[in-house]
Nanobody, 128 residues
Framework: QVPLVESGGGSVMTGGSLTLSCQAS????????VAWFRQAPGAKRREGVARLNTGTLNSAEYIGSVKDRFTISHDAPKKMLYLQMTNLKPEDTAMYFC???????????????????WGQGTQVTVSS
């Protein structure tokens, strides 16, 4: 069974909005540390965008460049993770991935290698 499956990517103009979805499997739905990463064209590494500990209230964290524009959320009964993106900019263009792991202390956004399960990615393209 595929651990995570993203959807919702697309092409928008600057200032537009998109909501990405990530469907967890029966196994990965129990992972409490969830996050969104992105990899821009030509970039060597994935950049952490937002993370959440589903077992802790108000635990969402964001990188500075998306704070106040992106919102990470989780729907446990549906086994879904979301990333609402508003006021999109061309520099947000990237392949977006959801990631998950079950840990007492969640990995930071600068440590993608600590997340054990990944989706295949969904492309977001923002045109000026």
């Amino acid at each position: 069974q595929v651990p995570l499956v993203e959807s919702g990517g697309g092409s928008v103009m600057t200032g537009g909005s998109l909501t990405l979805s990530c469907q967890a499997s029966q196994e990965t739905a129990n992972h409490n540390c969830v996050a969104w990463f992105r990899q821009a064209p030509g970039a060597k590494r994935r950049e952490g965008v937002a993370r959440l500990n589903t077992g802790t209230l108000n635990s969402a964290e964001y990188i500075g460049s998306v704070k106040d524009r992106f919102t990470i959320s989780h729907d446990a009964p549906k086994k879904m993770l979301y990333l609402q993106m508003t006021n999109l900019k061309p520099e947000d263009t990237a392949m977006y991935f959801c990631a998950a792991v079950r840990r007492w202390i969640c990995p930071t956004l600068s440590a993608p290698w600590d997340f054990t399960d990944w989706g295949q990615g969904t492309q977001v393209t923002v045109s000026s």
